[in-house]
């Protein structure tokens, strides 16, 4: 029996659960993403990316510490996630804007921003299948853990980097 067979035992059909995973994931940022949105244009933007990088961040340091396979427990990361991303994406493009060197020059700077935002989402999946497979072989399902852990890694980074932003306003 394969890797993925004992998968698909376990959850049945395991491409329509990611799908499920995903759905709560957006269900419960929606809600976060628009308080968060309104409460940042008062608290200021930084807050609310280190508080996202602490939901993510958990619940990928969950994923490597536990492993979990009880369904409850995956789903219910799923909406601590979902908080997280609403969180972050409340605030992202507020933040760049807030931080524009020149507002002449915006489509400029939005620009850069948008190649910085989507280029590394090219290259993760790349990197991501290169170390799943490489820890796998090592041990199973250390790949995982490789892969959240990066996770972890560059969400404090983001948050780190994000400190470091001078307020314009």
């Known amino acids: 029996m394969g890797r993925g067979s004992r998968w698909r035992n376990r959850f049945g059909n395991a491409d329509q659960f990611t799908s499920n995973w995903l759905a709560i994931v957006f269900v419960s940022a929606i809600p976060f993403g628009i308080t968060g949105g309104m409460i940042s244009d008062r608290l200021g933007r930084k807050i609310f990316v280190y508080l996202s990088?602490?939901?993510?961040?958990?619940?990928?340091?969950?994923?490597?510490?536990?492993?979990?396979?009880?369904?409850?427990?995956?789903?219910?990361?799923?909406?601590?996630?979902g908080l997280g991303y609403g969180l972050y994406y409340a605030v992202d493009w507020a933040l760049a804007c807030d931080t524009l060197p020149d507002r002449s020059k915006s489509a400029k700077d939005m620009g850069l921003f948008h190649v910085a935002q989507t280029l590394p989402q090219t290259i993760a999946p790349a990197i991501g299948g290169y170390l799943l497979d490489y820890f796998n072989?090592?041990?199973?399902n250390s790949g995982y853990r490789a892969v959240f852990g990066s996770a972890i890694v560059f969400f404090v980074l983001g948050t780190i980097f994000v400190s470091r932003i001078k307020s314009v306003r």
């Open 137 to 140: 072989h090592i041990s199973p």
């Open 53 to 81: 990088g602490a939901a993510q961040s958990l619940v990928a340091l969950i994923f490597i510490a536990l492993y979990p396979t009880q369904i409850p427990l995956v789903l219910a990361m799923a909406a601590i996630y």
